[in-house]
């Protein structure tokens, strides 16, 4: 199982940008499917989720209201809308998928695979 994640770059403060996380590979059951981030000497932490199933969706406190995570199950891809971006979104942001099921899906060890990252660089 592969997750490619892709639309990272270099924008300013209070721009969007839309990331993409693709799954290939062997086929599996998906529970869940999520974004993470870690900026520079900090620890990964939760962005946001989303249910494979039933889509319901999951915000980290910091992104609420800015970000949206939506799915797209005949491709097999979540993607990541994350608009008024702020520097402190400034991260290397990596795609998850759980195939268990969790009752929360906010913590790195709920999730089986991982995507290679992307980074995402606000300027001020």
């Known amino acids: 199982v592969q997750l490619q994640a892709s639309g990272g770059g270099l924008v300013q403060a209070g721009d969007s940008l839309r990331l993409s996380c693709a799954a290939s590979?062997?086929?599996?059951?998906?529970?869940?499917r999520g974004w993470f981030r870690q900026a520079p000497g900090k620890e990964r932490e939760f962005v946001a989720a989303?249910?494979?199933?039933?889509?319901?969706?999951r915000y980290a406190d910091s992104v609420k209201g800015r970000f949206t995570i939506s799915r797209d199950n005949a491709k097999n891809t979540v993607y990541l809308q994350m608009n008024s971006l702020k520097p402190e979104d400034t991260a290397v942001y990596y795609c998850?998928?759980?195939?268990?099921?969790?009752?929360?899906?906010?913590?790195?060890?709920?999730?089986?695979?991982w995507g290679q990252g992307t980074l995402v660089t606000v300027s001020s």
């Open positions: 998850a998928a759980a195939i268990g099921s969790s009752r929360s899906y906010v913590i790195p060890s709920d999730y089986n695979y």
């Open positions: 590979g062997r086929t599996f059951t998906t529970y869940a």
């Open positions: 989303i249910t494979w199933g039933g889509g319901s969706t």
